[in-house]
């Protein structure tokens, strides 16, 4: 799962960088390339939304807690009246519910307080250190007081990308369970997942086997994916892997997937070609009461630059990518300096010199022809040769670790 964190934001990055290259040729490009491309950012921008649920006997709110990390219902009465919840990624811990008509935002965990006030309304829950972090986990109350079917489907399937249904692995599939199941339309069952709860020692009791060896055939074709978790604390962080798995199959993968033949067609467009370099331009050099301490000055210029490079990026067009390829050849320029004015930066000395050349060669061929991704990845590393530069070189004033922070950042 969190590999596919990683590769939706560099996606989402790519794509940036191509509409902003792409600049004023946005009104020439096919409409129906570009409808895509903002359904596919938008897909990969927005959270991932799944419903757990299930019946008192299957504890899913024990599944949410250590989801979670944090005891959210920790005893079965505190399950039992705990109200639907939506549980999302924060930096810090906030609770966020209706009160008496007005709402209100608490800092930190502060459900069950709300419990023991008998709150009705739904919580929402942000939370750092989640398993999901790019999922909104919608949690539905236990489904066994009433069986109000309908209202309860509605908040199961309403704007759902999947669903968990949690279910005891000792009890047979109960009639309830099976009334509800069969309203659920057939394209959530497609992305829905059974995973069959268990307490320590019920994995290896035979009756428990042979119930889930039963509800396994009876909800053969109602389920995409079916998985046991174990809620003891040996077996648990396996059987959360594959949960997590399944669940990327089903909404993580596909939308990449997409992502990917949609960068391929849009890496094989050239957005049209800039001016011939003639040539690396030349390095800047210090003033003279710079020259006291050679190496921090250049230092200081190679930090400045590679920010002008990074502002050309987002300021470049297809008609005039001139100022893109200057920064990118002067930042080169004096990279190249800095390792011919020092004895060795490190042992990788020559590896690195071997690398600039390569990149000044990459930014020579695309200032005649080049699509708008490829010139912004070779932007991107020419700034990243840069950084590797300045990690080596002496610092000079804590100005200049400004600078190097906010390249690194950039980059």
């Known amino acids: 799962m969190m590999k596919h964190i990683s590769e939706r934001k560099k996606l989402l990055k790519r794509f ?22 903002d359904i596919t950012v938008a897909a990969l921008k927005r959270p991932v939304r799944v419903v757990l649920a299930g019946l008192a006997d299957a504890r899913h709110h024990d599944l949410v807690s250590r989801l979670c990390g944090t005891p959210l219902a920790p005893g079965s009465d505190t399950a039992m009246a705990c109200p639907s919840l939506v549980i999302r990624a924060g930096s810090e811990p ?13 800092k930190g965990c502060v459900l069950d307080k ?54 005891d692995a000792a009890s047979p599939w109960q009639p309830k369970e099976r009334r509800l199941w069969f309203t659920v339309p057939d394209d959530l069952k497609s992305l829905s997942i059974l995973a069959l709860t268990e307490t320590e020692g019920q994995a290896e009791d035979a009756a428990t086997k042979a119930a889930r060896d039963e509800k396994i055939e009876f909800t053969e074709g109602e389920f995409a994916h079916t998985v046991s978790v174990q809620y003891d604390d040996d077996g648990f962080a396996k059987d959360v892997s594959a949960l997590i798995g399944a669940l990327a199959a089903l909404v993580d993968e596909p939308v990449l997937i997409d992502a990917r033949a949609l960068r391929s067609e849009l890496d094989k467009i050239p957005i049209g070609t800039a001016a011939p370099v003639a040539g690396p331009a030349p390095a800047l050099t210090p003033t ?98 840069a950084t590797e530069i300045l990690d080596r070189l002496p610092m000079a004033s804590a100005d200049e670790q400004t600078d190097t922070t906010t390249l690194r950042k950039a980059s």
């Open 94 to 106: 906030r609770t966020a519910t209706s009160v008496a008509g007005r709402d209100r935002v608490f």
């Open 288 to 385: 003279p009461q710079e020259t006291t301490d050679p190496a921090p000055d250049l230092r200081t210029l190679i930090s400045r630059n590679a920010s002008a490079c990074i502002e050309a990026v987002d300021g470049s067009t297809s008609a005039d990518r001139g100022a893109l390829f200057d920064a990118m050849n002067t930042l080169l320029s004096q990279v190249s300096d800095a390792l011919k004015g020092t004895e060795s930066l490190s042992r990788d000395h020559e590896a690195m010199a071997l690398q600039v050349g390569e990149a000044n060669d990459l930014v020579s061929l695309l200032s005649y022809e080049g699509t708008a991704l490829a010139v912004q990845e070779a932007a991107d590393l020419v700034c990243q040769i």
């Open 114 to 167: 709300l419990i023991d006030m008998g709150t009705q309304e739904q919580v929402t829950l942000d939370l750092p250190d989640l398993m999901m972090p790019h999922v909104e986990l919608s949690v539905l109350p236990v489904y066994d007081t009433q069986d109000d079917r309908s209202r309860y489907l509605f908040d199961l399937v309403e704007q759902s990308d999947a669903i968990i249904w949690c279910s």
């Open 16 to 37: 940036k960088g191509f509409l902003t290259i792409l600049g004023d040729d946005i009104d020439t490009f096919d409409p129906a390339l570009l409808a895509r491309l």
